[in-house]
Structures are given as C-alpha cells and as structure tokens.
C-alpha cells in the first residue's frame, strides 16, 4: 500500500465507482487520503454516501459518444492532473439483452473499448502532471472471458478483449511516465438474488472454490498503484479457473 508521502494530491478517477468492485475501490482510496472522482449512470444511495466522503460524483453514460465526450470536457475544465485512471464502468449484456444485435455491439464497444481509448488519450498530460517521485496508472478493469469467450456474453466478451488488448498499446505508448495494467477478475462477488444452484456450479469453476469478495479486486489496485515497474501486464483473479 502506497505511503502518505508517496501520494499526490492529484484524484484518482474511477468510472462506474458507485457498485461493487468500483464503490468498495473508491471507499478503500477515500479512507486512505487520495481524492477521488467516480462517475455513475443512476442516483443511488452510495453516490450520496461517497459525496458525504469526499467524492467528486458525476453523473455519466459511456454508452454513446456524447455521453464520453461530455465527461472528458467535464475533467478537462476542473481538473489539472490525476493520479490514476481506473477503468471499471461495465454493461454486462447477453446476447438477448438487445432485439438489435448491431446495437448491442456497438454498446458494448464504446462502453469497454472507446470511452476507455479516447479518457486515455486525452487526460495523458494529466496523468503526467501528478507527483513528480511517482509514474502515473491506467488500470483497465477487464474480465476471465476476455481470453475464454461466453456462448451468452459474445459481444461483452469481445469488448473486454478488446479492453485488454488497449493495455499493451498505451503502456508502449505512456511510458515511463505511466503505467498501464489489466486487472481481470472472474467469479468474486455474487449478487444477493443469486440462487444456490447457480451459485454451487460457480463455485466449482475455480480451484479455489469461494466468493473471495471485493477486497481482492482493492489489493490488486493498491499493488499496481504502489508498484514503480509493473506494466503492460494483467493481474487475473481467477482462484485458478483456467486450470480447472
């Protein structure tokens, strides 16, 4: 875990931070000093309750281009630098979520691929103008499909890869001054409705055989954050699925 004086004062920005892996990421940052800025689709408590922390929430639909254009304005106009860049806003659509299959496609692919590609380009100088003592971080937030494939999710599956995929081209691209990682996690947390069948089956997908919860997806964002030489890489969180 990065020291006080290792940080900056520069925010680190995380979209889709108000829910499960992005919300227990922005609370862990918060308690421990860093400014933060998230960015949320629909008012729920938690954007109250992170604004009561300290949060910078603003309110942002990925899934058009207006909707990223209107956020890199936003950041552009208020902020100078930033410490980090988590990707982690998501649509997880099956293959029937949409009657029109081009439509689903292009959802998937500007909500993984093109709002992740154009916020790197432009907040590079951002991402450079934090604390001079440390590189500054893109963590893209990916998912096990993206190497496996989903019969159910083909068009989030392609699009995570393609997610994947931007770490090696921007890690090349940023630096020294920035690093760039994936974080891929599988099964971590279930969602309360889940049923005991489903949630039997899951389990026996990994080695490991639990529901770890958030707090592995905070410790690999707090290693990447700390690391001075971790780059181009992907941390999968898998419990060992892709042995079984």
């Known amino acids: 875990m990065p020291s006080k004086s290792a940080k900056s004062n520069a925010p680190v920005l995380i979209t889709g931070g108000t829910q499960r892996l992005g919300l227990a990421i922005a609370e862990d940052l ?11 689709r629909r008012d729920k408590p938690a954007v109250q309750a992170l604004r009561d922390k300290g949060a910078d929430c603003v309110k ?29 806003a998501s649509q ?11 439509q689903l496609m292009q959802t998937m692919w500007s909500v993984h691929v093109s ?5 790197n380009l432009a907040f590079e100088e951002l991402l ?26 083909i068009a989030y599956a ?12 921007f890690a090349a691209k940023l630096a020294p001054a920035v690093k760039v990682n994936s974080i891929a996690p599988s099964l971590l947390m279930f969602n309360q409705d889940d049923q005991p069948e489903y949630r039997a089956k899951a389990l026996a997908k990994s080695l490991m055989a639990l529901e770890p919860g958030a707090g592995e997806a ?27």
């Open 60 to 88: 942002a639909d990925f899934s058009d281009e207006q909707g990223i254009s209107d956020f890199i304005g936003y950041v552009l106009a208020n902020y100078q630098a930033l410490r980090a860049l988590i990707h982690n």
């Open 128 to 153: 450079k103008n934090q604390a001079e003592q440390q590189a500054g971080d893109i963590i893209h937030m990916t998912d096990y499909v993206a190497d496996k494939g989903s019969s159910k999710h």
């Open 30 to 40: 918060l308690l421990q000093g860093y400014p933060v800025i998230v960015t949320y």
């Open 218 to 244: 905070v410790a690999a964002v707090n290693y990447l954050l700390a690391s001075q030489y971790i780059t181009g890489r992907t941390i999968g969180l898998d419990g060992g699925r892709h042995l079984v």
């Open 92 to 102: 997880w659509l099956n293959n029937t979520a949409l009657d029109n299959q081009h």
């Open 158 to 169: 392609a699009s995570k890869a393609g997610l994947a995929n931007l770490t090696h081209s």
């Open 115 to 119: 709002a992740p590609y154009q916020m």
